[in-house]
């Protein structure tokens, strides 16, 4: 059996002083991105074969508002067709031996590998990423792949075997436990059948390919819509269509369509046909899914992640410089479109001038402009929804705190929308410290005592990430012990809430931020696609 590596391709390159590299390889691969691969028109794939709706979407990049291309603007009649073209299919993927499976999807592991640069480019010039963050997320993608596919094998396809011996006496009648004939047992985890997979822009690779690798994997096929109004990431839902067809997933097995929510995902939701769901996004989005679905008589799997509102912790036993640059990169990377993103901060009331004196300078220096130049940290917001929403939240902090820094749109003369990034200080009560913003936007409130803190961070209704900054044992301990979270970070001067790594940090979100309790990169995560079947057979 393989062992797993994670790809960490940014590390290698940087760690055998390659950094150039790295560099020239995005920089060629953006070059030949714009040159040759933009602004096309993109059909839906439904059992392998292209299909045109009657209407088309236009994606245009955050960056500059340059056409990404045409696509197609699905509707309820074509995801019904989708979603009988997988029906048919799953007989034959699921009937596949789980070894067969699995290699499929090492192979795409491998062919994104080989398109790494040119998909990492694809991604940043589509929603707005750094070449850091963009080569990082594509490595995601390799790492779910690679570590599923390492976990279908480890588990062997997820079959028990055991058994009940015979016995010498007989009885006349049956009762529990009544001595019987030999009885071989199997216990069979089997897949549901069809799986939507509905997606968001900001991880249009890694979580899109991750969703989909554990529905596909588990011998479930799938309809697979990429975030399609608004946030538009058509394109590079198409290069996950392309690399697992060439990979050798059959058509029929894995169909993407684009297409509305209102009428693509509304028809995942209600088809009796579709056996479950797999969705990130917002809470309010998650659950109105789960609500309609259930509303309609359809009892669907629902795995789902819904989004958080991360709670910093900084201890006047922190290392401030640590905390400074944790809190800022997981606040303001990818303008803090991350469901993970840190949004508040509670600081000890002896340290937080001192603080937020280092955090305003460190924002400050942060830069912001086009991600595709790499001396940029903040690029552009991913629409006007999240520019009106920036807007509404610093007229909310002017009313109700102190705008410590930020709070400006940039004209940066390229058409697309850059902001400041915002620093706050407020009181807890604000609806600032309750409401997901989706933004670079992060409050501030002090505290005294240290459960003060930590009740403080476990007053919303999210559970997804959390960070602690301190030296002291006992605090790190409480924190341990209390925080409400599935995804907890302590004294991490990379990033205080983001960066979960496969294999090594499972990522699952607690109460209002997830369903199951069981996260990606998991060795439970693909169990939450199979249903167990208990089988007996006397001898």
């Known amino acids: 059996m393989p062992s797993f590596e994670n790809e960490f391709t940014y590390k290698k390159f940087i760690e055998s002083g390659k950094e150039g590299d790295f560099d020239a390889l995005f920089d060629g691969a953006a070059e030949?991105?714009?040159?040759?691969?933009?602004?096309?028109?993109?059909?839906?794939?439904?059992?392998?074969?292209?299909?045109y709706a009657n209407e088309e979407l236009k994606e245009t990049s955050p960056i500059d508002g340059s056409l990404m291309g045409r696509f197609q603007k699905g509707d309820r009649s074509i995801a019904a067709r989708a979603i009988?073209?997988?029906?048919?299919?799953?007989?034959?993927?699921?009937?596949m031996r789980y070894k067969d499976r699995a290699a499929i999807f090492m192979r795409a592991a491998s062919l994104f590998s080989q398109r790494k640069f040119e998909i990492a480019a694809i991604l940043s010039i589509e929603n707005g990423k750094t070449r850091y963050e963009s080569v990082?997320?594509?490595?995601?993608?390799?790492?779910?792949?690679?570590?599923?596919?390492?976990?279908?094998?480890?588990?062997?396809?997820?079959?028990?075997?055991?058994?009940?011996?015979?016995?010498?006496?007989?009885?006349?009648?049956?009762?529990?436990?009544?001595?019987?004939?030999?009885?071989?047992?199997?216990?069979v985890m089997k897949?549901?059948?069809?799986?939507?997979?509905?997606?968001?822009?900001?991880?249009?690779?890694?979580?899109?390919?991750?969703?989909?690798?554990?529905?596909?994997?588990?011998?479930?096929?799938?309809?697979?819509?990429?975030?399609?109004?608004?946030?538009?990431?058509?394109?590079?839902?198409?290069?996950i269509y392309e690399i697992f067809r060439d990979a050798g997933v059959p058509a029929g097995v894995f169909n993407y369509i684009t297409g509305p929510g209102s009428e693509v995902g509304d028809e995942l939701l209600v088809n009796p046909k579709v056996s479950g769901i797999v969705f990130t996004g917002s809470r309010a989005t998650g659950m109105g899914m789960i609500k309609k679905s259930y509303d309609a008589g359809m009892q669907k799997v629902f795995v789902v992640e819904m989004g958080g509102k991360n709670p910093v912790i900084v201890s006047k036993h922190a290392n401030l410089d640590d905390a400074v640059l944790g809190i800022s990169s997981a606040a303001f990377g990818f303008s803090g479109q991350k469901c993970s993103a840190a949004s508040r901060v509670y600081v000890h009331e002896s340290i937080k001038e001192e603080f937020l004196s280092k955090l305003a300078e460190k924002a400050r220096s942060m830069r912001i402009g086009d991600p595709l130049k790499k001396e940029n940290y903040i690029g552009p917001l991913i629409s006007g929804s999240a520019l009106a929403r920036?807007?509404?939240?610093?007229?909310?902090?002017?009313?109700?705190?102190?705008?410590v820094y930020g709070g400006k749109e940039v004209d940066m003369g390229l058409g697309g929308i850059y902001v400041?990034?915002?620093?706050?200080?407020?009181?807890?009560?604000?609806?600032?410290?309750?409401?997901?913003?989706?933004?670079?936007?992060?409050?501030?409130d002090s505290y005294r005592e240290f459960d003060e803190a930590i009740n403080k961070a476990n007053d919303v209704p999210y559970g997804l990430t959390a960070g602690l900054y301190s030296s002291n044992n006992k605090e790190v301990a409480r924190f341990m012990d209390r925080i409400e979270a599935g995804v907890v970070y302590v004294n991490?001067?990379?990033?205080?809430?983001?960066g979960a790594i496969v294999g090594l940090h499972t990522f699952v979100g607690w109460k209002g931020s997830g369903l199951t309790g069981k996260g990606t990169g998991s060795r439970f995560y693909l169990q939450q696609f199979l249903r167990e079947q208990s089988e007996a057979v006397v001898r």
């Open 390 to 403: 920036y807007k509404a939240s610093v007229e909310e902090a002017a009313k109700d705190g102190r705008i």
């Open 492 to 498: 991490r001067e990379t990033s205080a809430t983001t």
């Open 84 to 95: 009988d073209s997988a029906l048919a299919a799953f007989e034959a993927w699921r009937g």
């Open 136 to 187: 990082g997320e594509v490595d995601e993608a390799i790492d779910f792949l690679r570590y599923y596919s390492i976990e279908l094998l480890r588990n062997r396809g997820y079959v028990r075997k055991t058994s009940l011996a015979a016995s010498p006496a007989s009885v006349k009648a049956g009762f529990q436990g009544a001595p019987g004939r030999m009885e071989k047992v199997s216990i």
């Open 32 to 51: 030949r991105v714009k040159n040759s691969l933009l602004g096309k028109k993109v059909p839906i794939y439904i059992d392998g074969k292209e299909v």
């Open 420 to 444: 400041e990034p915002v620093i706050v200080e407020a009181g807890h009560t604000s609806p600032l410290f309750h409401n997901e913003l989706f933004i670079p936007f992060l409050v501030v």
């Open 191 to 239: 897949p549901y059948g069809v799986f939507g997979v509905i997606a968001p822009f900001n991880f249009p690779i890694s979580i899109s390919v991750g969703m989909s690798a554990g529905a596909l994997m588990t011998g479930n096929t799938v309809v697979f819509k990429p975030s399609s109004t608004d946030n538009m990431t058509m394109l590079t839902g198409l290069k």
